[in-house]
């Protein structure tokens, strides 16, 4: 690759990248538009805590950070679902091994360790509040709002969603982008610690509250608090425009988590409305010399919590291109792309899938059957099936293979549910065998506790 080498975002995809290239040797700027999170108070009501799991976990096992990571994360081993009618919340475990967990992470943490590791390299230069106007193609340039401009040999783009990069790919004719808007939005309130700072919720699962047309969901932080989102129709949000409305709704869809939040109506006020969208690419790519990553090239729901995880499993998939093509990075950047993209349009439909299994399947006696059922079958036959969601959650397998292979399952599933008398076990065992982890990401490697 031809220097400098030049990213563009300082979020979770580009701090990767940037230690990623560090440890081959590159020196790389790191172009931020926002201050240093580390010494500069976030913003509430943007966050939406993030779910690590194994596609996440293991690039930060690869570069030698998962211990450090381990310190800031709390593991969930389910769902706690808090039914409308009041009744005792109910756990419903996400696997059925030790380590079938994910881990509920801070946002700005996990963003301030990693670019602490960055720097640590002494090979990636971070500059912040710097803005991002524009990029020039044809004189390899980039402009900043401020007007500063900087040379770049390489680019890449990991500026999120409404990326710029991106952009200047679309008016070069390069690549083609599609937004896809959700017409629901979420807005994030925050649970207290306890008085004594423990946790008033139970910390070790992801609680929600399945409502049908909505939900809210929680995520513990490791202070005690807890992170929640309520994820609604923008006609409901429309509605919840005064403190009275407000209340009146909390305390008739979630009462519980209400008697947790007293100023909850002056959070939901305060706090602004986030959109959802979902933003299919074709073309991540320029001659060799600019190419996106993370949500610039693949922006999803986070319904199934795997942005981050898609952006980071796909940051080492750059990465191991770029390494079986050291003098050719425009084959690089294309096999890249070749390999992610089917899988960045599998876990796209599956997470738009999953936002109605958690807003109404969660609670729908069928749903909860078959994943009873997969769940009893995947201890019988661990080599032959693994339900939908820890083929995602739990494994490296391609998401396009495991949403290929969840659409088998679910027909034996909801045979064997119809039908009690039904030989499941003879159906299981003529399914392919599961492939093998990427061994990084064994339950011995894996040493989040």
């Known amino acids: 690759m031809k220097g400098p080498i030049a990213i563009v975002g300082a979020g979770q995809a580009g701090t990767l990248l940037s230690v990623f290239l560090a440890r081959r040797g590159h020196e790389v700027v790191l172009y931020e538009g926002r201050p240093d999170l580390r010494t500069t108070e976030v913003v509430a009501g943007r966050s939406i805590n993030l779910a690590l799991a194994t596609r996440g976990i293991v690039p930060l096992v690869d570069v030698g950070l998962i211990d450090r990571v381990d310190a800031i994360t709390i593991p969930m081993r389910g769902r706690m679902v808090h039914a409308a009618d009041g009744s005792e919340p109910t ?11 994910i881990h509920s992470i801070s946002r700005a943490d996990l963003n301030g360790l990693l670019l602490d590791a960055a720097e640590a390299t002494g090979r990636v230069r971070v500059e912040f509040s710097a803005e991002l106007k524009g990029v020039d193609l044809d004189r390899s340039e980039l402009s900043f709002a401020d007007g500063r401009t900087a040379p770049f040999g390489t680019l890449f783009g990991a500026d999120g ?16 982008a599609i937004t896809d808007r959700l017409d629901h939005g979420y807005k994030e309130l925050t649970v207290p610690p306890a008085a004594g700072g423990g946790h008033r919720l139970d910390p070790n699962a992801l609680h929600v509250w399945p409502r049908g047309g909505f939900m809210l969901i929680a995520l513990a932080n490791p202070g005690g608090d807890f992170t929640a989102t309520l994820f609604a129709p923008w006609a409901t949000f429309d509605g919840l425009a005064d403190v009275a409305n407000v209340r009146r709704f909390f305390a008739a869809e979630f009462a519980d988590f209400a008697a947790l939040v007293p100023d909850v109506a002056d959070q939901f006020l305060a706090n602004p409305t986030g959109s959802l969208a979902t933003m299919r690419a074709t073309g991540w790519s320029h001659e060799g010399r600019v190419a996106l990553v993370g949500d610039a090239a693949h922006a999803i729901v986070p319904f199934h919590g795997q942005g981050m995880n898609l952006a980071m499993e796909s940051v080492r998939a750059l990465d191991r291109n770029l390494r079986d093509h050291p003098d050719d990075p425009a084959t690089a950047f294309a096999a890249y792309e070749a390999e992610r993209k089917p899988d960045a349009e599998a876990i796209a439909d599956m997470a738009l899938d999953n936002y109605v299994e958690m ?9 909860v059957a078959r994943r009873g059922l997969a769940l009893d079958l995947e201890r019988r036959h661990p080599a032959h099936l693994s339900p939908r969601y820890n083929m995602v959650m739990f494994s490296t397998m391609p998401y396009a293979e495991a949403r290929d292979r969840a659409a088998a399952q ?9 039908d009690p008398t039904l030989d499941l076990d003879a159906l299981v065992a003529d399914l392919p065998p599961l492939p093998e982890l990427d061994p990084l990401a064994r339950p011995d490697a894996l040493s989040l506790a």
Request: charged content about 25%; proline content about 4%.
């Open 91 to 101: 756990l419903q475990p996400y696997g059925s091994r030790p380590h079938e967990v």
């Open 161 to 176: 969603a409404g990326s710029r990069v991106r952009a200047a790919l679309v008016d070069h004719g390069t690549c083609r």
């Open 359 to 367: 807003r109404a399947g969660v609670v729908d006696a069928d749903h």
């Open 410 to 418: 679910h027909e034996i599933l909801c045979r064997g549910v119809a």
